[in-house]
């Protein structure tokens, strides 16, 4: 084989891998740049193979082989998935208290169980409303369930502002925290400041003194630290959860959740 047969074949290997990438990541002007660089390889000036030729190839054998794209891309999620796993462990034991044992976060189950699971949420989230149901029969049906609520008001100013509310009703009575979560949270319509100050006040909060905790700076600082997890697990929705050292994302299921808390307890 001459030089320049060599190089045509190896370049469209590469080609195969460079186009499969532009196309994986959805960007046709990503797989173009790479089009032009990977036949440039393929075929130098020099070769006897021209780039007409070499496109030809390449997309004579995606057409016959589309398969090979989602070979790469499934390798692709599975290779993000795993580094993800990864650098959420390290996360995980690095904020251990964070996560697990904030003051600022309500708890619902039983505060000294062996088993914790954390849930990032919003009140203002359709899928967060439809899960509450998962979390009251997971604590009801496991009386060693420690379940974290951790205030990620993403949506809305609305959705920030109820929960200031929420995590200064809890500052000063967390024993009426799990009724307050689940009157708005499971309420109709939106989540605002105006509603869950009323919840709050309905639960025996004195109004004047709850608007000036709302105040407390710490609040916001709270607020912050909890973005900043979610952006270090990668937890960009809610609901989203971290169960022993796994980070759960979306709304999958109280059998789903359920599954990952007898993994948590075979691993203590």
Do not use: W
């Not at 320049?4 to 959805?26: E, R």
């Not at 600022?104 to 967060?128: H, L, M, Q, R, S």
């Amino acid at each position: 084989m001459n030089k320049a047969i060599l190089l045509g074949t190896t370049g469209v290997v590469a080609a195969l891998a460079m186009l499969a990438v532009g196309f994986v990541a959805g960007s046709p002007q990503a797989a173009e740049a790479d089009t032009t660089q990977v036949v440039q390889v393929a075929a130098p000036s020099d070769s006897r193979i021209d780039r007409a030729e070499v496109e030809g190839i390449i997309r004579d054998y995606l057409l016959k082989n589309p398969e090979v794209l989602l070979e790469v891309q499934e390798a692709l999620e599975a290779k993000q998935k795993e580094e993800q796993r990864i650098a959420a462990l390290g996360v995980i034991k690095n904020a251990k208290d964070e996560i697990f044992n904030s003051a600022f976060d309500g708890i619902v189950g039983n505060p000294n169980g062996k088993v914790t699971i954390v849930e990032f949420y919003d009140y203002n989230c359709g899928f967060c409303k439809r899960a509450i149901e998962d979390m009251q029969a997971l604590t009801k049906a496991n009386p060693d369930l420690r379940f974290v609520l951790k205030e990620f008001p993403i949506l809305s100013p609305d959705s920030q502002k109820a929960s200031v509310v929420s995590m200064a009703f809890h500052l000063m009575m967390p024993e009426k925290y799990g009724e307050f979560h689940t009157a708005l949270l499971g309420g109709q319509g939106r989540a605002t400041e105006s509603i869950a100050i009323k919840i709050a006040v309905s639960l025996g909060a004195d109004e004047a003194k709850l608007r000036e905790k709302m105040k407390d700076p710490s609040i916001n600082e709270a607020l912050s630290r909890t973005y900043d997890l979610a952006t270090k697990l990668s937890i960009t929705g809610t609901p989203s959860y971290v169960v022993g050292n796994e980070v759960v994302f979306g709304a999958l299921g109280k059998d789903v959740l359920a599954e990952k808390i007898e993994a948590a307890k075979a691993a203590l």
